[in-house]
């Protein structure tokens, strides 16, 4: 089936010490979202690529960035995890900028210790 | 993008209907409403999206006032795997982006 797939599940980093996470997609979308959902919130937009174009939210803090190296990959690039950045980090795609509908994956939990 | 207000949680009997309500007071003309759930551990999940008319898939109604200031998402037969927190979002599209506010705990009980 197609879908959008976050790996690891699970990931346990430490303070200070950079962090990838990894989202992939066989939709083919054009579109890849990166959210921030911590404990007992809702979930908040990090940034999103339309196809190469990159477009960071204003609040989004300078130690996340994001690398998208072709269609189906995206990663989410945490310089120094602080102890406020445990949170899940869900992944997402669009057909396109006109699409109704995003499709998410199941979400990377990140602890930090 | 429109701000919703959503009552933070709600129950509901297996096998009733849920009737879900979001106000959207200050949504523009050519915004649309979506409902997106999250079922505990998983990513959100699309349901349904409306612009003025009603709209009904395998998943749920969506009812819109006339004046398109509130809307209510209706769930028909509720089952045990409708237990999850529903988003209400107002947008021109959700290709663009999707901005979640605080959504309603739905708990469906035996």
């Known amino acids: 089936d197609a879908m959008v797939i976050q790996n690891p599940r699970y990931q346990v980093t430490q303070f200070g010490k950079p962090v990838t996470l990894s989202c992939s997609q066989t939709?083919?979308?054009?579109?890849m979202y990166w959210y921030q959902q911590k404990s007992s919130q809702a979930p908040k937009l990090l940034f999103h690529y339309y196809d190469k174009d990159f477009n960071n939210e204003a609040d989004t803090p300078d130690n996340f960035q994001s690398r998208r190296p072709n269609t189906s990959f995206c990663f989410l690039d945490i310089r120094s995890p602080g102890l406020g950045d445990a949170a899940m980090y869900l992944c997402a795609t669009s057909r396109d900028s006109a699409s109704y509908e995003q499709y998410f994956g199941p979400g990377t939990r990140l602890t930090v210790t | 993008d429109a701000k919703t207000t959503q009552p933070p949680s709600m129950d509901c009997a297996e096998g009733r209907a849920a009737n879900l309500p979001c106000n959207h007071s200050t949504i523009s003309g050519n915004e649309y409403v979506y409902w997106y759930r999250q079922i505990h551990s998983q990513g959100p999940q699309y349901i349904i999206h409306g612009l003025k008319n009603n709209e009904t898939n395998e998943m749920a109604s969506l009812i819109i006032t006339e004046d398109r200031k509130s809307s209510t998402l209706i769930l028909p037969h509720a089952t045990l795997r409708d237990t999850a927190v529903y988003y209400c979002i107002v947008t021109r599209n959700a290709g663009n982006m999707l901005t979640f506010g605080g959504g309603t705990r739905l708990m469906v009980k035996p």
């Open positions: 939709l083919n979308h054009n579109v």
